[in-house]
């Protein structure tokens, strides 16, 4: 069965709409919204804030990329191409902000009618035209003079609109009323109403086929009205309480977000069928694509995240942590960031589209736990503590190469690429197994103290460190005599150890005492004693600002310690349920953390110290490896047996 693993031992011891044209790849249009409003002045609703995986709501930040705060309410966005400007509809403060989508100035408060929800934008004029609920009209401004230029009576409670450039008309989904309105651009006046099914909330439209998509979010479908007619075509049924549209040219497909069915139906725009559905982890509201990255975005207001799916397969990319109450959203094409207004904090918040994402999995041993990559084979090594193996893959080609027979429980690995060796610690057995990475057999067996739990190599005195769990030290091994040199006492139960460029120090994470041992190299004593939050399992090194990682598995967080004397805990970062394995990522100045309570992986902006993404793995992720050349993070699935592959790849 192998040791008792921290996590174990703790036990023990919204409606929303978006209309987005494509011409040549550009977003040129955007309509957005929010949820049902309920009187003016209403407080958005505060929801239970649940994420996939069981991550508390206390682990996390809340916030991430740039935060701005607008006027009350805010809820619909719309991104002016021209200007690079960001409109949002304040519904509680009867306004539009207009925001500078670089830098996040408010440029102008703009007063519009009452209950402002959705917008679009006419990159032709210059325009920006604003559904008022409560007022049932349509404010247009302008974005030369930010001022409302004009006032367009339509049908009773206008929530959502969609620009036609062809035609030159805006379309006003009017919620109260059961209609449509189709508002000339020109004439600044409604020429046309077409009569919807029950409560009709978001709408998108077509260029290909020039018909328009309304969800009926009473009556659980999707009316298809044909706008040279302007009369319904057909209804499709969806599933409950559709709410949010989107038109994804790329597909030809029709996506629309039901609220109350947590869920997206996926319509055919060339069939006007109903194609499939793809269950969500919580309630959608808006959706918008990433036309550089094929990628769908999803605000889920009562879990204060948004969800990343692909638009090819819908298969669930990753969850990211926004604010209180997520609604409105937009993407900005020209600075690849997703905008969205969070109504409960009264902020817009910018994201960048550069999301990690996974790639595959691959199966390897039983339980695996320590992972580590060999920069010079461009190999990746895993310990399979149940198999009592090391699964060694090509990271080339992501493919499994060998798989070893070590000692009893493996825990832990260390590439030693200059020895052209990989070090493994057999948890059982006492020893440290030593694997040529030519040949993958076991040139070695070092015995060292009892329970030893993590491995770490100094390659200036070319000697590893053995921290030995059980026998609460330390195990030095010069590679020279392949013996252990000297035991270093440190504190109760020590389960990580890593080793610091800079000072040529190692620091051990001792889980049982919360505290860091830090060791003298040169002299093998510990020279410095750090407290830490509880549970520390894993220590890894920022070497962008020379600051100590460290994974605190009791406490849900990661500690930040400076690398020089005296080692000042600088801050903690709070991630998901029992943080085990940590991989940097210097390019991006990243940390990904293995969460093995809550089955995923968070993704830590350090230059924000906050979490920018979790990403859905395998049932408990214990370790991880960052491989700098493909810009990969290779994650063990303790519960699984497999290892999972992570890009963080910029997109160019």
Not at 80 to 88: A, I, P, R, T
Not at 325 to 353: H, K, L
């Amino acid at each position: 069965m192998g040791r008792s693993h921290p996590w174990l031992r703790i036990g023990a011891t919204f409606v929303a709409a978006l209309f987005v044209v494509s011409v040549g790849g550009t977003v040129v249009e955007h309509l957005v919204g929010s949820l049902h409003p309920a009187t003016p002045a209403a407080a958005p609703p505060s929801g239970n804030l649940t994420l996939p995986g069981g991550v508390a709501p206390e682990s996390l930040s809340g916030q991430v990329g740039l935060s701005v705060g607008v006027g009350a309410g805010p809820v619909g966005v719309a991104y002016d191409s021209g200007l690079k400007e960001l409109f949002v509809a304040n519904q509680g403060s009867d306004n539009v902000s207009v925001v500078a989508a670089l830098g996040g100035a408010v440029k102008a408060w703009i007063p519009v009618g009452s209950g402002p929800m959705g917008l679009t934008y006419d990159s032709q004029t210059g325009d920006v035209f604003v559904a008022n609920f409560y007022s049932n009209d349509v404010s247009v401004i302008s974005d030369k003079t930010n001022t409302v230029v004009a006032t367009v009576q339509v049908g009773s409670g206008p929530y959502w609109l969609a620009f036609d450039p062809s035609s030159r008309e805006v379309y006003v989904a009017n919620l109260d009323s059961d209609n449509v309105s189709a508002i000339s651009v020109s004439q600044e006046r409604v020429t046309g109403t077409s009569l919807t099914g029950d409560g009709p909330d978001g709408l998108a439209y077509v260029p290909t086929t020039h018909q328009l998509f309304v969800a009926d979010s009473l009556s659980n479908a999707v009316s298809i009205i044909g706008l040279r007619t302007g009369k319904v075509l057909g209804s499709v049924f969806v599933g409950s309480d559709p709410v949010g549209v989107l038109y994804d040219p790329a597909a030809h497909d029709v996506v629309v977000a039901n609220a109350l069915s947590a869920s997206l139906s996926i319509l055919s725009a060339k069939s006007d069928k109903l194609i499939g559905t793809v269950a969500l982890p919580s309630d959608p509201a808006l959706v918008t694509y990433d036309s550089s990255r094929g990628e769908l975005f999803v605000s889920n207001p009562s879990a204060g995240n948004m969800t990343v799916l692909s638009a090819k397969t819908f298969a669930v990319l990753a969850s990211v942590p926004v604010g209180a109450s997520p609604e409105g959203i937009a993407y900005d094409a020209a600075a690849r960031e997703v905008v969205v207004a969070d109504s409960g904090s009264n902020t817009i918040t910018e994201i960048s589209d550069s999301t990690p994402s996974i790639i595959t999995s691959i199966a390897v041993g039983q339980n695996p736990e320590g992972v580590a990559y060999d920069s010079a084979a461009h190999e990746v090594y895993v310990a399979d503590s149940a198999s009592d193996t090391l699964t060694v893959l090509s990271a080339r080609n992501d493919s499994v190469v060998a798989s070893v027979a070590v000692g009893q429980d493996p825990l832990a690995v260390a590439a030693l690429p200059l020895q052209h060796e990989v070090a493994v610690v057999n948890y059982l057995t006492d020893t440290v197994s030593l694997v040529s990475d030519k040949t993958n057999t076991v040139t070695a067996t070092i015995p060292v103290g009892a329970g030893p739990a993590a491995i770490a190599y100094d390659p200036i005195r070319t000697a590893l460190y053995v921290a030995d769990s059980s026998s609460n030290t330390v195990s030095v091994v010069p590679l020279a005599t392949d013996a252990v040199s000297a035991t270093i006492h440190v504190g109760f139960d020590p389960d990580a150890v890593a080793y610091d460029p800079v000072t040529h120090e190692m620091v051990v994470a001792n889980f049982g005492s919360a505290n860091l041992s830090v060791l003298s190299g040169h002299l093998n004593k510990v020279s410095a004693t750090v407290a830490v939050q509880d549970g520390p399992s894993f220590v890894t090194w920022d070497n962008s600002h020379h600051a100590l990682l460290v994974a605190n598995s009791v406490a849900g967080t990661v500690s930040v310690v400076a690398g020089a004397d005296p080692h000042t805990v600088l801050g903690s970062i709070p991630v998901g349920s029992q943080p085990m394995g940590l991989a940097y990522d210097p390019s991006q100045q990243e940390l990904f953390v293995a969460d093995a309570g809550s089955n995923n992986v968070s993704v830590v902006s350090l230059v924000t110290d906050r979490v920018i993404s979790l990403l859905g793995v395998g049932n408990t992720p214990y370790g991880l490896a960052f491989d700098s050349a493909q810009k990969e993070v290779f994650a063990s699935t303790y519960g699984v047996g497999d290892l999972t592959i992570i890009s963080d790849t910029i997109p160019t």
